[in-house]
């Protein structure tokens, strides 16, 4: 399969602990994308890259997330001391920088007790 | 800022029924307008775009035209099958081709009934 792929497809964390998300984007793919849904909702754009430079990140939710892609492939959420609210769908999608589709990965489903 | 409108659901139809799903926008400048779709258990799939006024997005038989007049891009299907139940989500990008993050609406189930 050389689509998107997101690790783990579910987690569930207690509140105040912290959590990391990976995605896999398609090989040949410089542009890198993260949103959120929450439920009944579409997704909210969080951030993104092209190859390992953060172009855009002004709209992380808060300082308490942040994303990285080191070697301009796989890229990481991280939310530190997770919140009830932070219970979500975390999408990925990468496209070809200009080419403008993006192609979505199946999400990690976050669930915060 | 940005922001889309998509009629809210869910919306039933017969199979073989004509669809439209209204969306509207708000945008700086002249965005790109896109159809995602999401059907049940799968990653969102993006079904049709446009990115100029009066351009004519197609696939799979839904139809969309780039309204700037009416800040519109609804989309169209002549004739649905029980296939198309899906959630199906407006959305927009400021950037051409949408390379950029996207704006999106909050997403219109749709359920066929054969």
């Known amino acids: 399969d050389t689509g998107v792929s997101q690790d783990p497809r579910h987690k569930i964390t207690k509140r105040g602990q912290n959590v990391t998300f990976r995605c896999d984007p398609i090989s040949e793919h410089n542009r890198l994308y993260w949103y959120r849904q929450t439920l009944g909702q579409g997704p909210e754009f969080l951030t993104y890259f092209q190859n390992e430079a953060q172009l855009e990140k002004s709209r992380l939710l808060s300082d308490r997330f942040s994303a990285e892609r080191p070697k301009g492939s796989f890229s990481t959420l991280e939310i530190q001391r997770t919140e009830q609210g932070d219970s979500a769908m975390y999408l990925c999608?990468?496209?070809?920088?200009?080419?403008?589709?993006?192609?979505f990965g199946p999400g990690t489903r976050l669930t915060v007790l | 800022g940005n922001s889309v409108t998509q009629m809210e659901g869910p919306v039933t139809l017969s199979e073989e029924a004509f669809l439209t799903i209204n969306c509207t926008y708000t945008a700086t400048g002249y965005p790109s307008l896109f159809w995602y779709v999401q059907y049940p258990g799968e990653g969102l799939q993006l079904l049709l775009k446009?990115?100029?006024?009066?351009d004519k997005g197609s696939n799979k038989g839904f139809e969309a035209t780039y309204r700037k007049e009416t800040t519109s891009f609804h989309l169209e299907k002549g004739s649905v099958q029980v296939s198309d139940s899906a959630v199906y989500f407006c959305a927009l990008s400021d950037s051409g081709g949408g390379a950029d993050g996207l704006t999106f609406g909050k997403g219109t189930h749709l359920i066929i009934q054969p």
């Open positions: 446009a990115t100029k006024a009066d």
């Open positions: 999608a990468s496209s070809l920088a200009l080419a403008g589709e993006q192609f």
